[in-house]
Structure formats: structure tokens, C-alpha cells
């Protein structure tokens, strides 16, 4: 069934960057935040589709927003700064967007924040995930930092100010180098004493970080400008260790001198992609993947670069992928020429029925489709065309272009508890599942599906 749109979020003067789901634990439910490319945020109530806060979170455009604890947005801008918002807590948020042009914020209040300086020379996002944060690296755009931010022991502290312990534990990390080292580990378990030459090296590497994302505090993928996907292991050592005496009292030691810095090893590298820079990656039990190109690929995940990935490819038929989103049971993709299309997953059982009958969505030689088209969406830009000029000569019409789709996002409803009759009402109202679209033109529209 086709999105039905249930509703649309105006106020932004410039185009949306990033849409994400808040989960606001102060009323038990869900909210929305949305920035644009002039730095501005908004918080969303989705069931009055009204901002309960906009302000200027940077003076440039926003390439990240996370939220990171209960009450704890972090914010990533072209600025050359992350920084940590305390929203929740605060009360005297504005709840009005500027006039067009308007760029000053200076009638528009903002929470308390903590900010870190980070390398945005290129457009890569940044990630958090447990109290890790993975950014570009400050000396150089190819390679990434990780830093530890919140450590546990830092959790009962009232402000984000005494919370926040900033420690980069992962210092410029060359994924180039760390490919070698993986195949020359491999290559010694194979019995093989000499060094194969690796076509990566003949170029600058891998080029630049286009997207990151964590699977887990120890595993994360970053795909980059060659079109190279890469996972990476994060091992952490323990700072202490526990000795027991004979006494059988137990004694803290520091171990630090023994292990100094955490490890990091590439478990999987994929060129499927290549030479297309990778523009989205999404992971849902498999890490979905969009390029320049025309094909969304799947990947399984492993934990070796010895084993053979696993891919799945499909062809898109339209090239440039902005987005991705995915359910159990849809995939969601928008493309940079304004189209965002849904994908139905197909059990394997009907699989050989579907493919006869798919006749916009087939995938490549050798490879297994499990989807079927399921809608297809856009916004065409409001034009007048001028179909006649003032001597009367007929002139072409210009067709009209489509809105671009930047980002996608899937909002599920909640119930609100320890509110007033009227949000209860309001909340009943609310489809239990959204699609949220953040446009070039500064509208977000909310489709239910």
C-alpha cells in the first residue's frame, strides 16, 4: 500500500540534513528532531506537529544528530564541532523558526551544552554509540579517531559538564594500514612468507570517509569514497585487574602498562561498490548499503577477513541513493532525483513467482532477489509555466522537477502517560507507524505506512 501522508512539519527556511526519532522519557513518548544546512534544529511533538524547541545549533550546516542518553542530543556541524545538548531539562527553548534569511539567533535561547572541536573537511557523519564516538581524524580526512566521552562512572553526575570525560582512545587510524596488516595475518595463516601486493596501495587508499555506522560497541562499518566497505573490531582492555592475595583479600593494580591503547583489526572489506562512493549505509540484522551507482547491496556480517562475504545486489534502475531505512518487512530507499520507493521483502519460497512478475526492480547475475516493488513517491517543485510569450509564439513547456529527498526516517508512536486529556487525545490519533521525509525545500512530511 502507498504511503498516505498524515501530516507535514514547516519552519525550516533551508534544506533538511537530518531527521531522527527522540525519545523524550519526561512524557514517556516519542518526538522528532530535524536540522538544515544553516545550522538550525527543531524539536517535534508529533502529535500537535509543533516544535517544543528550535534553536541555532550551529553557525554552519548539521552532518550529524544523535540522541545519546534520556536527555542528550548531540548535534555535528560543518563548524568543526560536535556538540552535547541537555534538552529535556531545559524550559526556555523559543518555538518559533527565524524569518527567511534570518540568520542571527540571538532572540533564540539555547540549553546547556558541552562541545568538542572534530575534523569536518569532508561530509562523513559521526557515530555514538555507549559512550563511543567515532569522528574523522584531526590529522587527516582518510583516516578516523574514536573517542570515550561518558564513561559509567560518570553516569550519577547531574550535569553533562562533570559528565563528560574526553579521551581519544583510537588516534588516527589508517584503514589502509590495517588492511595490510589483516591480509598479511591472513596470508601467514595460509602458509604464504611473502608479500602480495594490494591494488589499494597503488591509489590514495581508500579516499575519504563518506558514512559510518556502529553495529555494536565492538563493530562498526565506514564506507568510503572508493566505494570499499569496511568492518571493523574494537577490542577494549580492562584498566584495572583484581589480584587476590593468599589472604584472600583482593588488590586493584593498574594494567595499563601492559595494554595501552585498545586494538583495532578490519574483519570484513567489500568492493562490491567500487569505484562508486558509498552514500548510505543502514544496518538491520545486515548492513544495506547505496552508492552512487544503481545497486543496493546487502551484507552479512563476519568475523574474519578470511571468510568470503556474503552479498546480496540489486538493481535499483535509478542511480544516486540519498537514503536508506528498513523494516522487517520494507525497504525504503530515496534517490538523489527526488524519488523515494518502497521494496516489499519476499519470502524465499515465492521467490521464483515474484521474479516473473517484477518487471521494475531485478537484480544482478548470480544473486538472490528477495524484494518486490511496492510504491513509488515524489513532490514535484510548484512551477507556472509560461506556455505562450507576449508575441504569441508558443514556447516549450519546462517539465517539472521533483522535490529532493534528503533523509528518511521510521517514527513508531508511544504512549504518553502523566499528561493532560487533551495529549491524550492527541496521541491516539497518531498513526502507529511513520515515514518521515526531510526535503530540500526545509518541509519534513509525515506518511503513515
Known amino acids: 500500500m502507498e504511503p498516505r501522508q498524515k501530516g507535514a512539519l514547516r519552519g525550516h527556511k533551508n534544506p533538511i540534513t537530518c531527521t531522527i526519532v527522540f525519545k523524550d522519557h519526561k512524557r514517556n513518548c516519542n518526538t522528532l528532531v530535524t536540522s538544515d544546512n544553516e545550522g538550525w534544529v527543531a ?88 559512550g563511543k564516538l567515532i569522528t574523522p581524524a584531526t590529522q587527516d580526512s582518510n583516516n578516523f579517531d574514536i573517542y570515550s566521552i561518558f564513561p559509567a562512572s560518570a553516569a550519577h553526575f547531574p550535569d553533562i559538564e562533570s559528565r563528560l570525560s574526553l579521551r581519544r582512545i583510537v588516534a588516527n ?32 587508499g581508500f579516499g575519504i570517509m563518506m ?7 565492538t563493530l562498526f562499518y565506514i564506507g568510503y569514497e572508493s566505494g570499499h566497505i569496511i568492518g571493523f573490531s574494537l577490542t577494549e582492555y580492562k584498566p584495572n585487574v583484581n ?30 561498490h567500487c569505484p562508486h562512493p558509498i552514500t548510505a549505509l543502514f544496518f538491520h540484522d545486515k548492513l544495506y548499503a547505496g552508492s552512487a551507482g544503481k545497486t543496493l547491496s546487502i551484507h552479512t556480517k563476519q568475523s574474519s577477513i578470511a571468510e568470503e562475504p556474503e552479498i546480496e545486489s540489486y538493481n535499483l534502475k535509478i542511480a544516486g541513493v540519498q537514503d536508506i531505512a528498513v523494516l522487517p518487512e520494507l525497504a525504503i530507499v530515496a534517490f538523489w532525483n527526488g524519488v523515494v520507493k518502497g521494496y516489499e521483502k519476499q519470502s524465499t519460497e515465492a521467490e521464483s ?37 507576449n508575441n504569441g509564439q508558443k514556447e516549450a513547456q519546462e517539465l517539472p522537477s521533483k522535490v529532493k529527498a534528503n533523509t528518511l526516517c521510521i517514527l513508531k508512536s508511544s504512549a504518553i502517560t502523566h499528561s493532560s486529556y487533551r495529549d491524550l487525545v492527541r496521541a491516539r490519533q497518531v498513526s502507529p507507524r511513520l515515514l518521515t521525509v526531510g526535503y530540500a525545500d526545509g518541509v519534513t512530511i509525515m506518511y503513515e505506512i
Not at 176 to 186: N, R, V
Not at 211 to 217: D, E, L, Q
Request: proline content about 5%; glycine content about 4%.
Open 353 to 389: 513467482d515474484q521474479r516473473e512478475l517484477t518487471t521494475d526492480f531485478s537484480t544482478e547475475p548470480n544473486t538472490i532477489s528477495q524484494f518486490k516493488p511496492a510504491w513509488k513517491m515524489s513532490r514535484d517543485v510548484p512551477r507556472i509555466g509560461t506556455l505562450e510569450s
Open 211 to 217: 558514512k559510518v555506522v556502529f553495529v555494536s560497541p
Open 43 to 130: 524539536w517535534w511533538d508529533i502529535s500537535t506537529k509543533r516544535p517544543l524547541g528550535v534553536w541555532r545549533a550551529h553557525s554552519n550546516s548539521i552532518l550529524s544528530v544523535v540522541q545519546i542518553d534520556h536527555n542528550l542530543l548531540l548535534t555535528h556541524g560543518k563548524d568543526s564541532c560536535v556538540r552535547i545538548w541537555a534538552i529535556t531539562q531545559y524550559e526556555g527553548f523559543s518555538k518559533t523558526f527565524p524569518a527567511e534569511n534570518h540568520t542571527e539567533s540571538g532572540s533564540h535561547r539555547w540549553p546547556e551544552y558541552v562541545e568538542i572541536p572534530v575534523n569536518t573537511l569532508n561530509f562523513c557523519n559521526v557515530c555514538y554509540l555507549n
Open 243 to 272: 589480584v587476590k592475595s593468599k589472604e584472600g583479600t583482593t588488590k586493584a593494580f593498574d594494567a595499563s602498562f601492559i595494554n595501552k591503547e585498545p586494538t583495532l583489526e578490519i574483519i570484513y572489506i567489500s568492493a562490491f
Open 173 to 204: 587510524a589508517d584503514p589502509l594500514a590495517l588492511h595490510k596488516k589483516a591480509k598479511s595475518k591472513e596470508n601467514l595463516t595460509m602458509g604464504i612468507d611473502f608479500e602480495i601486493s594490494d591494488e589499494n596501495s597503488k591509489r590514495d
